[in-house]
């Protein structure tokens, strides 16, 4: 199958003298070109339609007399020797004579029957045969051939312009017709007058008078020949009549009428009246309402493609069908997309194609809708022309650079780009109100240019200067595509005009896919787009739908309008649109409107948004928010402004298309001002310009009211077509809905492309982040914590070990010292600028809070109580329970009863608060209730039996209460001090509730410690006394257990520290004496100097003791006598300080001094030594063990 | 604008402590909550006067005072006057601005905008746009009915002494917001 490119041409198209327009009087002269004037040739690119076959068929059975005739098959009956052969111009009516004078020349001129009918065969073989059959006959009648063509006085005479033959004046066409016909005596009345003849006249001039008559142009006749219009009418009328009577034979006439006819009237065709004059219209009218009067159409539109593959190709029909085949087997093997291959089976393209081969179906449909609905067109010869330009314009390698390889002729393939074929051809002659479509032509689709130009262009440069503006930006196989549908619609818009009413004119989406199929690209999608940026481009009905009519119109483009309104449009005004874009996008969805449920799902970090135009409109609400926010600003912020703001807000997030002083703005990429045609004027700017300029374009767009609408189209359309007006601005309406899709889309390509960084505070300057990518259709917020994630400004997760590296690494303090204030560090994290802090929400901040309280590592103080490990109720809710839960559970109904929140909650490290935990566990045990453990090994214990490694069972077990049915208590009075060797007799009181009966009491003590009695017997409350006695210091323990015989009421255990014997002892610090024992025990410190003040306090400031003694100054100026009674060192020091100015204002002379210190707890000698400055004189009392372990 | 040297409304905005802090703010607005307080002046007075000595024409608490005192400029407000407060012992503080209003127009349109925007919770540029518009373009008799009705709600519900009083005169600008439809 080739290419239509490599497909030969025949000679007189390749050099234009085709000429289509033939001539019948040029081919009686014999001054026709060859391929005219030459019956072979002439046949040989004839194309016999059937209604020509029929026409010649029935022209041959006049002549013979023969009514009714059967060729091939097909059966011919003749009522009327008259033939009218209707059609408007350029309709094949001349070429049918032309074939008609051929016929019957050749059959006049040949000797031989096979001569003749081979090269009739050439024609067709049906006529071939006819003449064949009735050779002789024909031979016998030897028909004359009278052709009378009325564009030249020598073949269609009148009074104007009479032929002087022989002496004789032939002044009419009925003279002329009986001169030719040798009866010329029976009208030389009428000729000579100039009158009509009469019927009978006319038929006795024609009645067996063996001719063929052929009469084309009787229209001009009327206007040329100087007779008055009746009588050429008359004539006419009578020349009907006597050829219907049914006794003429052997006679035929055959009259072209150049209008068309349709049932047996005939109608004026558009453009025709101004040819034409009424008379004949109505004269033809009179000559049709003859009943017996023959009508063939030359040409009907189903021909096109037979004429056209004659007329241009110089391959055989053979040849064409077996390419045509070649075709469809290759196109049939191919893969499409379903569209595309759903559009063709459902049109029977495969055997459409089959029979309009080279040329697609869709190419004829839309050269055919060119001629016929083209009234300035010639229907046949033009259609020729077109077709003839086409394929010469494909030859000449004019749609190289649309296509690689060409194996149909398309409908786009009409070169509407080549400005001769435009002028001579499509708009030739079209009346002004066609002119505007060049306008349109170069706005949508083409630039044209002259063909020379063309020829030298190549591929760049017809992408470059022939393709319309709108379509250079696209993608270069959606430019094809797009210029290929353009074409199409702009064909059709011409032959409709543009105007909605004739919407019937316009191709759907499925003819539009079906015109440029088969091809596999996503010819939909390529509409969408040319919807939206081709100006005049106008759809009626769905944008989706199959059977939207597309076209383009002559109004003036919406994009002229929103031109005039973006001008009023300010950038405050663009400002404000933005920050609406922004609070939708806030919100992640299209349009106002409650957003739909799924998009509730908000960001997890951010507890609040705002879109503000500036710093100082950010509402305190949401700048004083205790929880992360985003603040999204529809304008360019100042650097010190947003320092301002984020200074000490850690927790706020801002989003900004650029701030001065920070981040430099980001210019327009080539391909966003190559993409948005809108932008093309701001190559160099910044994006933030883009923007703007969008948004203006936006709010123009939205601007556009009906009432704009109205006045813009009102120039066009005048009053009284109010139908037209309401079509008009339903089609713009939509055309300015797509707009503000486009425009919306782009708004968003643009905030994506300017809001790139994400601002925030630490450290003291305003950091930011680049890469945030922002979305239409999601949130705001949560793109932005997604990206923050991203950075690793928001944590993974904020867990309780965050809490201790944040007091760690930034406060510097160590937890396990320092209390740690759960406000002051939410404080810290929020307003620090000394630290990296992360971002946060509150909620998980105190989650991971709670997270350290589980872990029992710390406990909790509010308000000076503390929370530690929670107690169980019993011990299967122990068991099952967990303990973490179960004390932040307690925290919080602590603090809501307390109306206290969390940052009133203080967390210490355990070990830090355990004694006085313990104090308060112990002291509000129930009565009736034990404190029980279970530790980790599973051991059940009482609290109060645990004297061993008592902080690490505690933290590691569960506490417990159980209820104790029969509650023992032991009151025991052991001596403060208990010293080894010594014996003690300890007292004890034991009450047993709820028991009346007799109980035993057995004391069992370890080994070294004796005790006498160890059983006792009696009723509650039994009151025993029993001695004790150890022989070495230690840690004793004595086991109690209480029953009633073999019932164990209760099991307890005492602990008795049995200490080792102090001695007291005196010593002066700097006399001579025995060393001290390091571990000897202060007992008190006693100075009797002045500077003796000093080394006390010092000491007593480091370790806690009373301090009591008395000065006495006494000097010139009186005396000063202070009595000491305290445990705050302090007011030593105090007193001390002062001293001296004391001294100096007493003008003291004596001083008596006597203080004593003495510790609190247990102090040695060697923790005091290093506190001591100068120590001479001081008197220490310390006790060391009686038995001198040293 | 009228004689500016006999202003008729004044308008300025007051720190009240609040009873428990609100824990949702972490700075002045979480011990404290704004009051706008709006005064009427009589032919003659001093603008900071008689903020400093009379009782407000009416007072109620307000949210997002940054929009009520960008709406103030643009209804033709002129500031006349800003201290810096400060919060005791919590080292925040406040700008206490007063603004002199043009006309009884001015204060009735501001009024309205103020207990609107006192019903949201969250405002954006974009929704006050559209909220500023709407009071701009509102028809002086409607107007007048509203605020009045607020006006005198707030002296029926202050002396009541019910600590909801606020809501109920909030209701006129939950009417309003229904009949704009705004959300």
Known sequence: MPDIRSLDVRDEIMNLSYEPAVNLGD??????????????????RTHVT???????????????GIKSVTVSGKQYNVSSSLILLPSDLGGGKTHSLILLYHIFKLVNQSGEKDDAVSKLEILDKDIAELVSRYWEKIKSIA??????????????????????????????????????????????????????????????????????VLIDEIGRYYDMSGLEPTKVSVFLMNLAEALSKYTVREVAVVISVPYDVEEKRVEAGAGMEYIHKPELVRAINKVLNRPNVEIVKPVRRFDLAEILQKRIFRASNTELDQFATEFISRELSREYPVQVRKVLDDRGFWREVRKTYPFHPMFLNVLEKLSYGLGYLQKTRDAIKIAVQTVLALKEGLFDALEDEISLVMPYHIPIFVSETLDETILRNAPNEYLVF???????????????????????????EVIARELRNLKEDEMKLGVKLASIIWLHSLIGLGLPMNIGDYPTTIDLIYSVSPTDQDVKGVLNILRSILPQLIIHGEPDSDTTRWFFTRIPSIDDLIDILKKNVTDEMAKDKLAEFLEWGLLGKKGRGRPPKEWRKGSTVFSSSVVVKSVRSVPGEVSGLRDPVLVVFADIVPGDELLGLLKGRNNLIALAPSVIGVSEMDQLAPEDIAGIRELAGLEGKSVWDGLLEILRYYIATEHISEANLKSFV?????????????????????????????????????????????????????????GVSLESDKPIPVIVEEFLRDKKLIPEEFKGTNIESIVKNYLNKDPKKDPIGIGELWTFILSTDKAKVPLVAYKDFINAVKDLIKSMDYAVRIDGEVLWKPIFKSEVEAETTDEGSKL???????????????????????????????????????????????????????????????????????????????????????????????????????????????????????????????????????SVGFKIRAEKAGDYQVAVKVHSGDFNLDSRVISIPVKGEWIEKTLVIGDKGESVDDDARVVAIIGEEINHLAEISRVAKSFPGSITGKLTLSGEAGVLSLNIDTDNADLLELTEGHINSIRNSLKMKTADVYIEYAPSGELRIRDITSVFVNPKGLKVKFKVKAGGSS | MTDSKNPLYTLTFTARKRRRPYNRYSGILRTHRFYIEYYRLLDGQKPLEVIEKSEPLIAFPVRFKEFALEFARELGGEVIGNRRIEIARSGTYYDKHVIVLPNEIAFRRHLLFTLTVSTYRNLGEARFNSLKNIMLAMNANLLNIMSTMAIDRYNELRITGKPTWMWYMLRVARALKVLYRLD
């Open chain 1, 888 to 1022: 932040v559970g307690l925290i919080a109904e602590y603090l809501r009863r307390l109306g206290k929140s969390w940052d009133d909650v203080q967390l210490v490290y355990w070990e830090n608060v355990f004694d006085e935990w313990l104090n308060k566990v112990t002291s509000s045990i129930p009565d009736n209730k034990v404190l029980k453990i279970k530790d980790r090994s599973g051991r059940i214990l009482d609290i109060r039996d645990v004297k061993f490694s008592l902080k690490d069972t505690i933290k590691s077990g569960k506490l417990f209460y159980e209820e104790k049915k029969y509650p023992v208590e032991i009151k025991l009075n052991i001596p403060e001090e208990m010293l080894e060797g010594k014996e003690y007799v300890i007292n004890a009181e034991i009450t047993v509730k709820n028991f009346d009966e007799e109980f035993n009491v057995k004391l069992i003590p370890d080994n070294g410690l004796s005790v006498e009695p160890r059983e006792f017997k009696g009723r509650s409350p039994l």
């Open chain 1, 143 to 212: 028909p004359k051939i009278v052709v009378a063509d009325c564009r030249y006085s020598d073949l269609a005479p009148g009074p104007a312009r009479p032929i002087r033959i022989a002496g004789r004046e032939i002044k009419t066409l009925w003279g002329y017709l009986g001169y030719e016909l040798g009866k010329y005596e029976v009208v030389e009345k009428a000729d000579s007058m100039g009158t009509a003849p009469y019927v009978d006249d006319l038929l006795a001039v024609l009645d067996g008078s063996r001719a063929i």
């Open chain 1, 438 to 464: 060049n306008l349109i032509l170069k706005n949508n689709v083409v630039i044209p240019h002259n063909f020379t130009k063309l020829k030298k262009l190549g591929k760049e440069g017809f992408y470059k």
């Open chain 1, 50 to 64: 059937d209604s020509m076959k029929s026409l010649v068929i029935k022209a041959f059975m006049n002549l013979l």
């Open chain 1, 27 to 44: 081919v009686v002269k014999g001054s026709a070109p060859g391929f005219i004037g030459d019956p072979v040739e002439f046949f040989g």
């Open chain 1, 714 to 770: 009102g120039d066009i359309v005048g009053k009284g077509e109010e139908e037209y007006l309401k079509d008009l601005l339903e089609l713009l309406k939509n055309k300015v809905d797509s707009k503000k899709d486009y425009f919306y889309k782009n708004t968003w390509n643009m905030i994506n492309r300017s809001y790139r960084r994400v601002y925030y505070h630490r450290l003291g300057r305003v950091f930011s982040e680049e």
